[in-house]
């Protein structure tokens, strides 16, 4: 008798089969962009901090795609990798702008440029 | 319903979150949406079946690294911060970057065929805590190990950084 | 693998030992520690191993680049005097403890087999390097410094694992030799677009780690706003460092794909020796000339990373180790000076702060002018020889345009580098007798024998390259 999780466990294959791997693609490079476009354009230090973790996200995404793809579990060690790098990268990166904060009350990129002079 | 219609909603919803990110002024909502754009793609995992990563993704991104990025901004005094757009030339100058990176990684995909992966080595375990478990302290023990490394360099750097020296301001 | 479990416990016990040790006694127990690591680095010469099944391999050529690396960690430990006498706002211990771990992630971006690895390694040598920019909390310039170095490292680092991620799609492998495999039996007709895609963006974010140009507008800021000691280690073992990563994976893993990256590398190879040289001839601060000079000679570097020849990696280990001892030696003199100068001149760094210095300090100004000459690449310095043997890549490939601009560049160096040794000897300044611990005084005269050796005696250690 066919219990409701054997249906649910042969859908799965069928995402596979009918979403294109290079949706994925796309959808990755789109979010990617994203956040390129937040590091560039933003001036407060924690959105741009923000926009780095979009991309980073983005990689991940495309990573558990190829991973399930291919059935091959290296892509997905790799995501789990790139969390804790993030994890540890976002520890200091916070440090950083407290301490920057404590000195000058103010978190605006375009302002450190001017005070240096 | 088909499952393809639910992969370009949440497709949708995703981009619209991250946008949204990008592109809002106050900062709390910024986090805001990041977080709900990390609900969005470890909805995308569930799709893959790649069901830890899933929990991971939520517990890790949205549970630790979200809540350290509102303790800080919750530190700060944002109301004298809110002007914060940079001159319009510099911003359409990114928006032509992010732009065309966009648009050469399309150019870039759009001729492929990607051959469709077949049935036969179609392993329905790939994303479960059994099989990633295996392969993780396995084959990939010693980067695993060596991430430990980058803990200390972290743990260490943030203290040195973050801690208050006798004379400072506590906010 | 060895010294690399070495210098992670080693760095613990650093940790520990900033308790109960003076700074002066933790300096030379790091050294010594480091040495340990030298010996058990070169304790496996002539063997190679695979480590972890593939992740991690130990050759020759690695042995080398890892004995560089260290011994870039050893100048700078050497130079470092205990980090002065504050006793509230420097903490050597964990300095010296940061420094260890990441010579650790170094010394992974040198030897690694597998795409993970290099992204452990680079990550860790990237953080350390943050906190360190950043170590001096009350001045403004260290803030600026860490913040924007890590906002751009950041930047590249996405870079790097799109293109990785890109990579694994295409090759359906991590390890360096799955990937050389699968592309070695796929025909080029089947292979995904986005390889290429993949192996460029990987290119970028690596490039971003060396300052090449159109990348490198983070490494002037950063280098000026760090503390001296920590741009003399940034400018060194990460240049090396990153230059091992990137000739593993364009020249060893991609070398197949010249054609395809080969023009975008050459035009970024170009702007760099174009901009490095020219910005380089502007400046009034000697810190900042410095942070141009090692913009120009990632370009110089990166010349025979285009030539992939057979004598691309011992090339690019005698340019490391040219370049490494001569800036060693010229931060370190910088430092003192700029140490002695502060309160004294508006801007101790500059070239006006260094007048007169060969009156009272003989020795200095000659260790300074040897390593000006190195960095210039004149005859009898080390540096000479690593330029020669880069420029002999490029003819053995039939490149003449970059060898043109590349010796025009060399023309312009003189300039500015000569600036130095002017100010040094033939300008008149008051400097007194300034004190150098013993430690320094052996440093700063081994890596100046070093120079001029190699540069009479090249063979000396190209035979062993």
């Given at each position: 008798?066919?219990?409701?999780?054997?249906?649910?466990?042969?859908?799965?294959?069928?995402?596979?089969?009918?979403?294109?791997?290079?949706?994925?693609?796309?959808?990755?490079?789109?979010?990617?962009?994203?956040?390129?476009?937040?590091?560039?354009?933003?001036?407060?230090?924690?959105?741009?901090?923000?926009?780095?973790?979009?991309?980073?996200?983005?990689?991940?995404?495309?990573?558990?795609?190829?991973?399930?793809?291919?059935?091959?579990?290296?892509?997905?060690?790799?995501?789990?990798?790139?969390?804790?790098?993030?994890?540890?990268?976002?520890?200091?990166?916070?440090?950083?702008?407290?301490?920057?904060?404590?000195?000058?009350?103010?978190?605006?990129?375009?302002?450190?440029?001017?005070?240096?002079? | 319903?088909?499952?393809?219609?639910?992969?370009?909603?949440?497709?949708?919803?995703?981009?619209?979150?991250?946008?949204?990110?990008?592109?809002?002024?106050?900062?709390?909502?910024?986090?805001?949406?990041?977080?709900?754009?990390?609900?969005?793609?470890?909805?995308?995992?569930?799709?893959?079946?790649?069901?830890?990563?899933?929990?991971?993704?939520?517990?890790?991104?949205?549970?630790?690294?979200?809540?350290?990025?509102?303790?800080?901004?919750?530190?700060?005094?944002?109301?004298?911060?809110?002007?914060?757009?940079?001159?319009?030339?510099?911003?359409?100058?990114?928006?032509?970057?992010?732009?065309?990176?966009?648009?050469?990684?399309?150019?870039?995909?759009?001729?492929?065929?990607?051959?469709?992966?077949?049935?036969?080595?179609?392993?329905?375990?790939?994303?479960?805590?059994?099989?990633?478990?295996?392969?993780?302290?396995?084959?990939?023990?010693?980067?695993?190990?060596?991430?430990?490394?980058?803990?200390?360099?972290?743990?260490?750097?943030?203290?040195?950084?973050?801690?208050?020296?006798?004379?400072?301001?506590?906010? | 693998?060895?010294?690399?479990?070495?210098?992670?416990?080693?760095?613990?016990?650093?940790?520990?030992?900033?308790?109960?040790?003076?700074?002066?006694?933790?300096?030379?127990?790091?050294?010594?520690?480091?040495?340990?690591?030298?010996?058990?680095?070169?304790?496996?010469?002539?063997?190679?191993?695979?480590?972890?099944?593939?992740?991690?391999?130990?050759?020759?050529?690695?042995?080398?680049?890892?004995?560089?690396?260290?011994?870039?960690?050893?100048?700078?430990?050497?130079?470092?005097?205990?980090?002065?006498?504050?006793?509230?706002?420097?903490?050597?211990?964990?300095?010296?403890?940061?420094?260890?771990?990441?010579?650790?992630?170094?010394?992974?971006?040198?030897?690694?087999?597998?795409?993970?690895?290099?992204?452990?390694?680079?990550?860790?040598?990237?953080?350390?390097?943050?906190?360190?920019?950043?170590?001096?909390?009350?001045?403004?310039?260290?803030?600026?410094?860490?913040?924007?170095?890590?906002?751009?490292?950041?930047?590249?680092?996405?870079?790097?694992?799109?293109?990785?991620?890109?990579?694994?799609?295409?090759?359906?492998?991590?390890?360096?030799?799955?990937?050389?495999?699968?592309?070695?039996?796929?025909?080029?007709?089947?292979?995904?677009?986005?390889?290429?895609?993949?192996?460029?963006?990987?290119?970028?974010?690596?490039?971003?780690?060396?300052?090449?140009?159109?990348?490198?507008?983070?490494?002037?800021?950063?280098?000026?706003?760090?503390?001296?000691?920590?741009?003399?280690?940034?400018?060194?073992?990460?240049?090396?460092?990153?230059?091992?990563?990137?000739?593993?994976?364009?020249?060893?893993?991609?070398?197949?794909?010249?054609?395809?990256?080969?023009?975008?590398?050459?035009?970024?190879?170009?702007i760099t020796l174009i901009l490095g040289n020219i910005s380089a001839a502007y400046q009034q601060s000697a810190k900042r000339m410095l942070a141009f000079s090692s913009i120009s000679h990632a370009g110089y570097m990166l010349l025979t990373v285009c030539a992939n020849q057979p004598s691309t990696s011992s090339n690019i280990l005698y340019y490391s180790l040219a370049y490494t001892l001569a800036t060693a030696v010229s931060f370190a003199v910088l430092m003192v000076v700029a140490e002695y100068q502060t309160g004294r001149t508006e801007k101790p760094e500059n070239f006006d702060a260094l007048n007169g210095l060969a009156k009272n300090n003989p020795s200095l100004a000659f260790a300074f002018t040897v390593a000006l000459l190195s960095l210039a690449g004149i005859p009898l310095t080390a540096g000479f020889w690593g330029k020669f043997f880069v420029f002999t890549d490029m003819f053995n490939k039939n490149l003449t345009y970059p060898i043109i601009i590349a010796v025009l560049m060399s023309a312009v160096g003189i300039y500015y580098y000569f600036k130095g040794i002017i100010s040094v000897y033939f300008n008149s300044g008051e400097i007194e007798k300034i004190e150098t611990s013993f430690l320094f005084k052996i440093a700063l005269w081994s890596a100046c024998i070093g120079t001029l050796v190699l540069g009479i005696y090249p063979t000396l250690l190209k035979s062993i390259f």
């Open positions: 008798m066919e219990t409701k999780t054997d249906r649910f466990m042969q859908s799965i294959p069928e995402i596979i089969r009918t979403i294109p791997l290079t949706h994925y693609i796309l959808l990755s490079s789109a979010l990617f962009a994203i956040g390129v476009l937040g590091v560039l354009t933003r001036r407060n230090a924690l959105i741009v901090f923000m926009a780095i973790e979009l991309m980073l996200n983005a990689v991940n995404l495309l990573l558990a795609a190829f991973s399930s793809y291919f059935s091959d579990p290296a892509g997905q060690i790799f995501v789990f990798f790139i969390m804790a790098v993030a994890a540890a990268e976002v520890a200091v990166g916070l440090a950083i702008i407290v301490m920057i904060y404590r000195n000058i009350q103010t978190i605006d990129i375009g302002l450190l440029n001017k005070l240096r002079n | 319903m088909e499952v393809s219609n639910y992969w370009y909603f949440l497709s949708g919803l995703t981009l619209l979150s991250a946008l949204m990110v990008v592109l809002s002024k106050n900062p709390i909502h910024s986090v805001l949406y990041l977080v709900f754009t990390f609900f969005c793609i470890s909805g995308h995992y569930v799709l893959l079946n790649a069901q830890f990563l899933m929990a991971v993704n939520i517990i890790v991104y949205a549970g630790a690294i979200m809540v350290l990025f509102l303790f800080v901004i919750m530190m700060f005094d944002l109301k004298k911060n809110i002007p914060d757009s940079k001159t319009n030339l510099t911003k359409l100058a990114g928006t032509v970057v992010a732009g065309s990176v966009l648009v050469i990684l399309v150019a870039a995909f759009r001729t492929i065929q990607y051959p469709t992966p077949d049935e036969s080595t179609f392993n329905p375990n790939n994303g479960m805590v059994e099989n990633l478990g295996k392969v993780l302290y396995s084959e990939y023990l010693l980067p695993f190990e060596l991430v430990t490394v980058l803990f200390f360099v972290a743990m260490v750097g943030s203290v040195m950084l973050g801690k208050r020296e006798v004379g400072d301001r506590n906010f | 693998m060895t010294p690399v479990i070495a210098l992670s416990l080693f760095g613990i016990i650093n940790l520990f030992l900033g308790f109960t040790f003076k700074r002066q006694s933790l300096q030379v127990v790091t050294l010594l520690f480091i040495i340990c690591s030298m010996a058990l680095t070169a304790m496996d010469w002539n063997h190679e191993y695979l480590w972890f099944g593939d992740m991690m391999k130990t050759n020759n050529l690695s042995i080398n680049f890892s004995l560089i690396i260290q011994l870039a960690g050893l100048l700078v430990v050497a130079f470092s005097n205990g980090f002065g006498k504050d006793e509230v706002y420097t903490q050597p211990a964990e300095y010296y403890a940061i420094l260890l771990f990441s010579l650790v992630g170094a010394l992974l971006m040198v030897s690694f087999q597998n795409l993970i690895m290099l992204f452990v390694g680079l990550e860790i040598l990237s953080v350390a390097m943050y906190v360190l920019t950043g170590s001096d909390k009350r001045n403004l310039r260290s803030n600026e410094a860490a913040l924007k170095y890590f906002l751009m490292g950041s930047f590249a680092t996405g870079f790097l694992l799109f293109g990785i991620a890109l990579v694994y799609g295409s090759t359906r492998s991590l390890y360096i030799s799955g990937i050389l495999y699968n592309l070695s039996h796929t025909a080029p007709e089947s292979l995904p677009s986005f390889l290429y895609a993949g192996i460029i963006l990987m290119g970028i974010g690596l490039l971003f780690k060396i300052s090449a140009a159109p990348f490198h507008f983070w490494t002037p800021d950063v280098y000026e706003g760090a503390p001296t000691i920590f741009t003399m280690f940034m400018s060194t073992v990460v240049k090396t460092a990153g230059f091992a990563a990137i000739y593993h994976i364009l020249d060893v893993t991609f070398g197949g794909f010249q054609k395809n990256w080969i023009i975008t590398v050459y035009f970024i190879t170009i």
